[in-house]
């Protein structure tokens, strides 16, 4: 196999794509705008941290067979993964995608293959096309031109922290803008990807990817949403979800303090933005979940209502458990929030998977500190990330503390004197 890939953006999908393609023996191409990246990639390094990547990444770098740079190349497969998130008003901004169509449009040639993996909004493979075409006129979509390119939208659909074996392993859904993109493009992950691929048109790819994001996202408000009513019943959420759960038909996911990540907390705002009078449920879901973070701070609120100057440890800053990706992160929000209104103390912070603050949290009164100081020297402890780390604590550090667990890590018979426990 000695087929050229050329993949634009070297993020969280496109680094990882790029390794496995190149470990499978294509010739890979990364191009990022972000010059860092692209030395410490050709130095077999990486800028992002994923379980066993930056193995991957030496090995094929080490064989010539991944390189990166800031221009893209002449090649057979062109592979855009660059972000897609929304705007002020929730409206997509497409901005990366059409400066990723750009930079590629000189190098395409007929028979090319032109494959758009980040998540997008619906018709945003077809602007592709028309982009293309408006500069290249040489070029075209008709299937008996021999001018004819091929384009397809086949949107990422990893786990963060399990990347490159979801990458392999997990079903593809492959759309072209006709018929015989959608084929070529099939074919093109059939010889990497040991899950199915299936073929369809691209405006169903797009919806499929947005679908399987607000499917979780309406999923995860449900949860959110009994919480808080439980809260008001003086009910134990955790426990009755998990009764629940022993109906045969029954899956309910688990609340938390909010929904973050770059994915779900933004891809159903795409069909919001495409459907606004029908998109109710999904539209709703999304405020349940944007804003069960203030939640969060109304209990701590009420919780030091009638102490002066509390102290305060938040547990985690990440927006899932066991990695150290804090973008979009609820916690993060949480905390920053807590430290303008406790403003006369330092809010304490343990994050066991970073060695210093980002800086929207380091120019305030917020102190990253390991979990037994913070566990020592709080009076109230705020759990916002189910690390194991956490869940392995030992429980006699939170005795006689006021402990918000917002997401039902700490056995309720642990909490000896005065729990919320949302
Ligand atoms: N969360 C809860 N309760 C739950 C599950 C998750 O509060 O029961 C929260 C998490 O704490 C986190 C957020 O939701 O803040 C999102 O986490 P996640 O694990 O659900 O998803 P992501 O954002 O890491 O990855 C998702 C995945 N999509 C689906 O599972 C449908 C992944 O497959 C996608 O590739 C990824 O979005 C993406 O890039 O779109």
Same mark, same amino acid.
């Given at each position: 196999m000695n087929k050229k890939v050329c993949? +634009?953006?070297l993020g969280y999908i496109g680094l990882p794509t790029a390794a496995v393609l190149a470990d499978k023996g294509f010739f890979v191409h990364g191009v990022d705008v972000n010059e860092e990246a692209i030395n410490l990639i050709n130095n077999g390094e990486v800028h992002i941290y994923e379980p066993d990547l930056e193995k991957v990444v030496k090995k094929?770098?080490?064989a010539g067979k991944l390189s990166a740079d800031i221009e893209p190349i002449n090649a057979d497969v062109y592979i855009l993964a660059v972000p897609t998130p929304f705007k002020e008003n929730h409206k997509p901004d497409l901005a990366y +995608?059409? *400066? &990723? !169509?750009?930079?590629?449009? %000189?190098?395409?040639e007929p028979g090319s293959l032109i494959i758009l993996e980040s998540t997008s909004p619906i018709g945003t493979t077809e602007k592709i096309v028309e982009l293309i075409l408006n500069e290249r006129t040489d070029l075209s979509i008709d299937e008996k031109s021999p001018s004819q390119i091929y384009v397809s939208h086949c949107p =990422? #659909? +990893?786990l963060p922290g399990k990347i490159l074996k979801e990458l392999i392993e997990n079903d593809r859904i492959v759309g072209g803008i006709n018929k015989m993109s959608t084929q070529k493009t099939a074919e093109f992950y059939e010889s990497f990807v040991d899950g199915k691929v299936l073929q369809t048109n691209a405006k169903t790819a797009e919806l499929?990817? $947005? !679908?399987e994001n607000s499917y979780r996202d309406v999923n995860i408000a449900f949860a959110n949403e009994l919480s808080m009513i439980c809260d008001d019943l003086d009910i134990d959420v955790w426990e009755l979800i998990k009764l629940a759960n022993h109906h045969p038909r029954v899956n309910i996911l688990q609340p938390g303090p909010g929904v973050g990540g770059h994915c779900i907390a933004v891809d159903p705002w795409f069909?919001?933005? &495409? &459907? %606004?009078? #029908? &998109?109710? $449920?999904?539209?709703t879901a999304r405020n349940v979940n944007d804003n069960k973070p203030q939640f969060v701070i109304e209990k701590v609120k009420a919780a030091t209502e009638n102490m002066i100057n %509390?102290?305060?440890a938040c547990l985690g800053l990440s927006f899932k458990a066991n990695?150290?990706? $804090? #973008? =979009?992160? %609820? *916690?993060v929000q949480i905390v920053k929030e807590l430290s303008s209104i406790y403003n006369n103390d330092t809010i304490l912070v343990a994050e066991p998977h970073i060695d210093k603050l980002p800086k929207e949290l380091s120019d305030k009164n917020i102190e990253l500190v390991n979990t037994q100081n913070a566990l020592l020297s709080a009076g109230v402890i705020v759990l916002l990330v189910d690390h194991d780390y956490f869940k392995s604590l030992d429980n006699e550090t939170i005795n006689n503390k006021i402990v918000i667990d917002t997401r039902g890590v700490i056995p309720k018979s642990d909490i000896k004197l005065l729990a919320i426990p949302l």
């Open positions: 993949i +634009v953006g094929v770098v080490t +995608v059409e *400066a &990723a !169509t750009k930079s590629i449009i %000189p190098y395409i =990422e #659909r +990893v499929s990817k $947005l !679908t069909i919001v933005d &495409a &459907a %606004p009078e #029908r &998109a109710k $449920l999904i539209h %509390p102290k305060i990695i150290d990706d $804090l #973008r =979009e992160s %609820p *916690a």
